[in-house]
Each structure stands twice: as C-alpha cells, then as structure tokens.
C-alpha cells in the first residue's frame, strides 16, 4: 500500500503543473474571453431591452392619440348631428310659420270672397226685387189691358 500511496504522490505532483496550468487558464479565459462577452451581451439585452421599451413606449404613445383622435371624431361627429338637429328644427319652425301664414291668408281670402259673395247676393236680390216689381207692373198693366180691350 505503501507504493501505491508513493504512486499517487509522484502522480499528484506531477499533476500539480498541470492543476495550476488549467486554474491559470481559467482565469485567464474569465479576463480575457468572458468578461468582454459578458459586457457585450450585457449590452446587447440593454440595448434589445431599450428598444423594446421605446416600441412599447411608442405603441402606448399610439394608443393614445388614436383615443384622443376617436375622442374628437365622436364630438365632431356630435356636434354635426346638434347642428344638423338645430337646422331641422329651425326649418320645422319656419315651415310651420309659414304653413300658418298660409292658412291666415286662405282664411282671409276665404272671408274676402265670402263678403264679396255676399254683397253680390244682396246687390242682385235688390236688383232682382226691383226687377220684379217692374215687371210685377207691367204684367198688371198687360192684364188691365187685355181686360180693357
């Protein structure tokens, strides 16, 4: 057992040079080769990240103009529709004034054309009594002297 433990103490020295070797190496590496890959993926996500944040940033930006413009589209929109509403009533109103004068004036007219009707009326039935007793005379006279003769 002896020469066995000599055997693994010759092999563990020899293997010394190598176990510093492969430590030395591995700092090494971690100065040299992964340090600057780590800041450069570092900055890599940093810069991925920071563009993500500025699109998302962007879209929220977006969404919320495209709100405001809805927002004032539909009070456009509203205010067109009060306006078109005011227009209709107001030219309901007119209509109806109108409509109203109209029948005023026909009811006018109406009364016009009545009173002149009825004046005719009264002007021939004077005339027509005045008519009648003309003739009324004339038929007794042609009577009287039928009987006369």
Do not use: N, W
Request: hydrophobic content about 45%.
């Amino acid at each position: 057992m002896d020469s066995t433990l000599q055997a693994l103490g010759g092999l563990l020295l020899k293997a010394v040079p190598t176990f510093l070797l492969v430590i030395l190496l591995h700092f090494y590496l971690k100065s040299v080769f992964f340090k600057p890959l780590e800041r450069v993926r570092r900055r890599r996500y940093e810069a991925t990240e920071g563009a993500r944040q500025k699109a998302q940033e962007s879209m929220e930006r977006a969404a919320a103009r495209t709100a405001e413009y809805e927002t004032a589209l539909r009070a456009a929109k509203a205010a067109v529709y009060q306006a078109q509403e005011k227009l209709h009533h107001e030219l309901q109103e007119r209509q109806s004034v109108e409509l109203q004068a109209a029948h005023q004036q026909a009811d006018a007219t109406v009364q016009q054309a009545k009173a002149g009707l009825s004046r005719d009326v009264d002007a021939l039935r004077s005339s027509l009594e005045r008519d009648s007793e003309v003739l009324a005379g004339q038929i007794v006279e042609s009577i009287l002297r039928r009987s006369a003769a």
